[in-house]
């Protein structure tokens, strides 16, 4: 088992530009979480994916950012135009579908936005 | 406003000595809560989960309580290591229908184990 497989693990950007951030769920997961994490904010849910399909998006800050899930294997995360404010670290998480499964997150990926 | 807090924000503590990190919350109607452990540069790892009618889960050195009744839980650790030293999550989840899935993160407390 690999893992939640997020890339790129490091990201430097100037503000304007257009990001993108990549995450393989584990095999077999049917759900799909992204995260931002900041020292301020703690651990902030931006979009839930079930079955592939987009649940709960209320966290994504905004029209700047969107996510799509085009199969059960692979997510992304799209910050166009990028600001320095969305300097953070973005966690890619999945799980199975019963709420007590845990959640497997991705090691993360450090957006720098200059 | 369903909320999580941990406390102490951080805490050091020497090589071989046990601790004990705390976690109130205010989420209703209570589904489950887990302990996360995470490591600088990593992403969260789920250390135990407690639902309703559980009182205490252990997991290796890491024994997690609960009081569903005062909304508190803790979470103990033996004999701590150098590897001990993270942050480690508490996470509340909420009941809710379909398919949706609503956690409330604390904000951690910050653990450094000293040799």
């Known amino acids: 088992d690999a893992g939640v497989i997020q890339s790129p693990r490091h990201e430097v950007t100037e503000m304007g530009q257009e990001v993108t951030l990549r995450c393989k769920p584990i095999?077999?997961?049917?759900?799909l979480f992204w995260y931002r994490q900041t020292m301020m904010r703690g651990l902030e849910l931006l979009i839930y994916f079930n079955n592939n399909v987009p649940i709960d998006d209320s966290g994504m800050p905004e029209d700047r950012f969107s996510a799509k899930m085009p199969n059960a294997s692979f997510s992304t995360l799209k910050i166009q135009p990028s600001e320095p404010r969305d300097s953070a670290v973005y966690f890619c998480?999945?799980?199975?579908?019963?709420?007590?499964?845990?959640?497997?997150f991705g090691n993360g990926t450090r957006l720098t936005v200059t | 406003k369903n909320q999580v807090e941990q406390s102490p924000q951080s805490l050091i503590i020497l090589e071989g000595k046990n601790c004990t990190l705390q976690c109130n919350y205010t989420v209703s109607p209570f589904s489950n809560l887990r302990w996360y452990k995470q490591d600088t540069g990593r992403g969260p790892v789920s250390l135990t989960i407690?639902?309703?009618?559980?009182n205490t889960k252990s997991n290796g050195r890491y024994t997690a309580t609960l009081d569903a009744d005062t909304k508190q839980s803790s979470l103990h650790i033996t004999a701590s290591q150098l590897s001990d030293s993270a942050s480690y999550i508490c996470?509340?989840?909420?009941?809710?229908?379909?398919?949706?899935?609503?956690?409330?993160f604390g904000s951690g407390t910050q653990l450094t184990v000293l040799p």
């Open positions: 095999s077999g997961h049917n759900s």
């Open positions: 998480a999945s799980s199975l579908t019963p709420r007590n499964s845990p959640l497997h």
């Open positions: 996470v509340v989840s909420l009941i809710s229908s379909g398919s949706a899935r609503q956690l409330t």
């Open positions: 407690m639902t309703f009618s559980e």
